[in-house]
């Protein structure tokens, strides 16, 4: 079985924000949530990198753990995803998750939060695949259409890789032997900041 | 702790805030925008905001039950890489985008542009019906009405002041066929005043490096720049200008490529590349001599090269040997060790590409630049080779097809000039007399005199009377998909709004057109459809032809822009003339009938083989071309290139693939290869222009000749090839003088035919120049800015004196003379965001992108922010040296721009000098973003050959607000 992963190739990040808007379009994410979103270190300075940032569908999924409702489930694919139905909108996931991964519309006067929403690797929820439910509350499953999610697809430069990890590390590896060995390689700089 | 309420939105989670602490605290863009869309104005934008667009998405899912999912293809509107775009569609409603893998220009890709296009369906911020101000609001009114007022009006201007008074601005937002309607149109209008957003983009470029190789177009390719060593770009940043460009550059990169970016910012693209050479602003061709003087005192360039295919080399050796390191620094501030390092870069690593865009198009004295760029790649020998060549990136989807289809005051279609012979040509193509077409202008004169350029319409409404080369100002102003805050001085813009009889805004957006000037009347919106509405031809920027269909119908009472044409034109009076050889369909001429009349005249540049059903069947098998070569290994199109970019020579019968790079000399002419073309003489001053024993592989001529003429053919026996149709053809345009017929003028296409057979390019084989004699510099200098930063450099590199063009007297030297540089301390540059595009009226409604950029803000340097008393995110005042302009923008604070170097994008509008101007837009059309526009403050300075904007070098304060 495959195990989905995510993987974000930083030599060729370019802060375009493709997989922001294209995970919009996929689910029509309402203003204010960001399913998807770039994060840029360095802004402005040698050494600025790009990193697209989602759900990564831990395997051992902290928000998992601490859901005082236990509203999340895994997929054989190791998809995490959740139910809106159980969720109370608690908030304890987004305490937990290292990656600010999930969002909660503000639904009321007082900034109330409502159930939380997050990346689904493109996979729905438990409602019935492609139904008209599951459209409404986690957006399009095009993992149940054997099809790719739309951020990675998209993405303007293949940075954001997405699928089943045997095969995107293979990809990621080739770029990796491409780029070259000694100064060429890719974390030499990290390795020897000297510039040896 | 769970009572406690959190700021989702900002950004708090642990990961931004671990990675603010990894920047030393400094504030990145993306945070600080988001931390300011937390302020007012995101909120009252995402309250405005209904979750309606969920709700409509939800009653068309396909899960809904509705009908079939139909694929239909169509491409980008956003800018030149040409992505293809794959919608699925249920019922007519476009419900879900696929990301189209086939195509070998994105190969599925998208920026945030391409992935959020769909939203233009939902056009909830689009301008929804014809509307005309009245009493100050805008009122709707019907189609019929709109036409009928408008058309009156014209004919009355017309009648009084003749028809140069009534100003027709067109649109690199066309696709070919209306771009080309367009161009028609404003001559059967009877006028020259016509251009569009090529002016302001990339003239510069189309006049220098059209005079220095002959094709004034990208030579190159995307893909083929996976062949490149090096990649040398300069006043360009893919990162944000062509995202999925980027992807070919990477691809290059992992190879092995060299990249450097010479840019005064520290982009996007920069932070990937091998090199950056931070340069001053508006120095690029002290930098490229700079370069050079290595090159050339170190013995490193082509010498065989430069002695068979290029003129006047030694002309630039001897401008070159002034531009010692020391010098060069002085000017330029780079390091001469960096610059040596460079040149030992480009000499070690060939072929090299050299890109660039409007970082160095738009200057007073860009069309030096960009032949100072050609000049680098023909020294070191590497134009018209596979992995090199000039790959100019356009800037909208259709700006070079737009550029071809000579919606520019200064030809005819398809570069053919004004002269008698030009008119006569497109008179013969269009089915009317010679004679008809003089009749609709004021005289022969003024028909054969280039307009009023678009960057400068307003002065050919403030500039006085007497001191216009046409009988009256420009009185109606006609903008048909054009943003006026992309253009530099803004408040003569608005004066100028202010001043015409009649404004007319033919847009999907109400555009800033709509509110920037204070009026109680006289101002028209007219609802036109976006690409994605219609079908047609778009040129992307390696000149291939790509086929749009029409995802779904005009929504609201939008109507394309051809059948808009038609309807003015049917007002007009000049229907049935200019609709000869088209078909209409109600009111909607076909578009497939309007590419092929464009294909028969368009001759010159090879337009002329791509038939829309070679189009269509390229689009149809996209899968079958190469990614690298684009060329199709299989299928119905095997051999031919992908788009079959021009020239592809002849009429779609001949069969020519296109033209994949230009001026490469090792394939055969009929196989797409070409070399330097003989445009410029065979001689000057005793000098040979032809071309030294270098030809197409096959060539039966091996070394240089000038133009294929029906004379020529007869000379060397040839012309026995031609069929009697061709032979009777040619002398019946030829008259009494059929020998002097050209292969462009030949509209039976047969002496190109036998050119080809030979194995020659029709348009003869000549050398690029270097030493461009026509030009105000044959070889380009380096001339400071109008408003100059240092006057010492002044002094010894001053501009030209001031002249008349265009019809309009122009300012060079009684500007520069002014010492600004006091009151106005630092130097204001502008350029992109990925989010937007243009003038943003398009990308600013949609709200995908509209909550990634919701604020209008201005870079300055660390240093220069600590000195005016400037933290980041504080409101500043930016003052411009002209008209008391000022914006009120935010401050980012960033070493992103050099000290003494401020950067804007310019994709805002909507705000005048510190006022909020939504109230002014039509009910429910206004952009979800607004801001101040750069332009408001960016000052005047004009090309010396094509009239360019000059936004890129200009002096600005700031402070705090």
Known sequence: MARMKFLLDAERCIECNACVTACKNEHEVPWGINRRRVVTINDGKPGERSISMACMHCTDAPCMAVCPVDCFYKTADGIVL??????????????????????????????????????????????????????????????????????????????????????????????????????????????????? | MLTKRTKIASGGTRLAKALIGVSGGAMD?????????????????????????????????????????????????????????????VNGVWIGQEPSFDSPFNLGAHCAKGASIREHAHGERRLKYPMKLVNGRYERISWDQAINEIGDKLLEIREKSGPDSVYWLGSAKHSNEQAYLFRKFAAFWGTNNVDHQARICHSTTVAGVGQTFGYGAMTNSLNDIHNARAMFLIGSNPAEAHPVGVMHLLKAKENGAKLIVCDPRFTRTAAHA????????????????????????????????????????????????????????????????????????????????????????????????????????????????????????????????????????????????????????????????????????????????????ESRWFDGVLEAKENLEQPDHVRAMIFWGHAPNSQTRGPDIKKAMEKVDLMVVVDPYPTASAVIPDRKEGIYLLPAATQLETDGSRTATNRSLQW????????????????????????LGFADEMFKNIKVNGTVPVPEDILRELNRGALTIGYSGQSPERLKLHMAHQKDFDRTTLKATSGPCAGEYYGLPWPCWGYAQHKHPGTPNLYDTSKEVRDGGLNFRAAFGVEYKGQSLLADGVYPKGAEIQDG??????????????????????????????????????????????????????????????????????????????????????????????TYADKRQYRLP??????????????????????????????????????????????????????DAKRIGVKNMDDVWVFGPENNA????????????????????????????????????????????????????????????????????????????
């Open chain 2, 29 to 89: 863009r993306r945070t600080f925008l988001r931390r300011s869309g937390i302020a007012a104005g995101g909120m009252t934008a995402a309250s405005a905001l209904p979750f309606g667009m969920v709700q409509k998405a939800e009653s068309a899912t396909p899960a809904a039950g509705a009908g079939e999912v139909k694929l239909i293809k169509n491409i980008c509107t956003h800018c030149s890489v040409g992505c293809t775009v794959t919608a699925e569609v």
């Open chain 2, 274 to 453: 091998d090199e950056h050479v931070r340069f001053r602003p508006g120095t690029d061709v002290a930098l490229i001599w700079g370069i050079l003087w290595h090159i050339f005192e170190n013995g490193w360039e082509d010498k065989e090269y430069i002695a068979r295919r290029v003129y006047g080399m030694d002309e630039i050796r001897k401008e070159v040997a002034k531009w010692t390191p020391e010098e060069t620094e002085r000017v330029t501030g780079v390091p001469g060790e960096q610059l040596r390092r460079v040149a030992r870069t480009l000499r070690d690593n060939r072929p090299f590409t050299i890109v660039w865009c409007m970082g160095a198009t738009q200057h007073h004295q860009a069309n030096n630049n960009v032949r100072a760029y050609c000049v680098l790649g023909l020294a070191m020998g590497t134009i018209g080779v596979s992995g090199g060549g000039t790959n100019i990136l356009r800037g909208h989807d259709n700006v070079q097809g737009a550029t071809d289809m000579g919606v520019e005051p200064v030809t005819l279609p398809a570069y053919y000039g004004l002269t008698e012979a030009a008119w006569r040509h497109w008179a013969r193509v269009w089915g009317v007399s010679y004679d008809y077409m003089v009749s609709r202008f004021k005289d022969k004169k003024l028909m054969e005199t280039p307009g009023i350029p």
């Open chain 2, 705 to 798: 000749h000038p133009q294929f003429t029906y004379g020529l053919l007869k000379k060397l026996g040839w012309d026995k090839d031609l069929t009697e149709e061709e032979r009777r053809t040619i002398e019946e345009i030829g008259g009494d003088n059929a020998d002097a017929v050209a292969w462009s003028y030949d509209l039976s296409a047969g002496i190109i035919r036998v050119a080809i057979k030979h194995g020659c390019a029709p348009f003869g084989n000549g050398r690029a120049r270097a030493h461009v004699w026509n030009f105000p510099d044959p070889v380009p200098l380096h001339r400071e800015p109008l408003y100059a930063p240092d006057r010492q450099l002044v002094a010894k590199y001053p």
């Open chain 1, 82 to 196: 959740h139910s809106k139905d159980l969720c109370i909108g608690c908030g304890y996931c987004f305490y937990a998750c290292p990656f600010g991964a999930p969002q909660y519309p503000q639904a009321g006067n007082f900034g109330s939060r409502g159930k939380m929403d997050k990346c689904t690797f493109c996979a729905g929820g438990p409602e019935q695949d492609n139904s008209e439910a599951e459209f409404r509350k986690y957006g399009r499953n095009r993992i149940a259409e054997g099809k790719l999610p739309l951020c990675a697809e998209m993405c303007s430069t293949k940075a954001l890789l997405a699928g089943d990890g045997e095969v995107i590390a293979g990809i990621y590896r080739d770029r990796v032997v491409n780029r070259g060995y000694g100064s060429g390689a890719w974390g030499w700089a990290t390795a020897y900041p000297s510039g040896t």
């Open chain 2, 810 to 863: 122009v300012l060079y030297k009684s500007i520069q003379d002014k010492d600004f540089s006091k009151d106005f301390p630092i130097i204001l540059t502008s350029g992109r965001l990925v989010e937007y595009e243009g003038g943003g009226d398009e990308t600013r409604s949609n709200p995908w992108l509209a909550e990634l950029q919701q604020h209008m803000f201005i870079e300055v340097n660390p240093a």
């Open chain 2, 548 to 571: 749009g269909y029409q995802i779904f119908k005009p929504i609201f009472e939008a109507k394309p822009d051809h059948e808009i044409m038609y309807l003015l034109a049917r007002k």
């Open chain 2, 886 to 961: 000022k914006i009120r923008v935010k401050a980012l604070v960033t070493e992103r721009v050099g000290r003494g170097v401020a950067w804007m994008p310019f994709h805002f509008a909507g705000h005048w000098m510190g006022k909020d101007l939504r109230s002014k837009y039509p009910q429910g059309a206004d952009p979800i973003v607004l801001g101040e526009s750069t332009n408001t403050v960016q000052t005047y300075g004009y090309d010396s050959v094509t009239a360019m904007q000059e936004t890129k070098t200009t002096l600005c304060r700031i402070e705090k607000a």
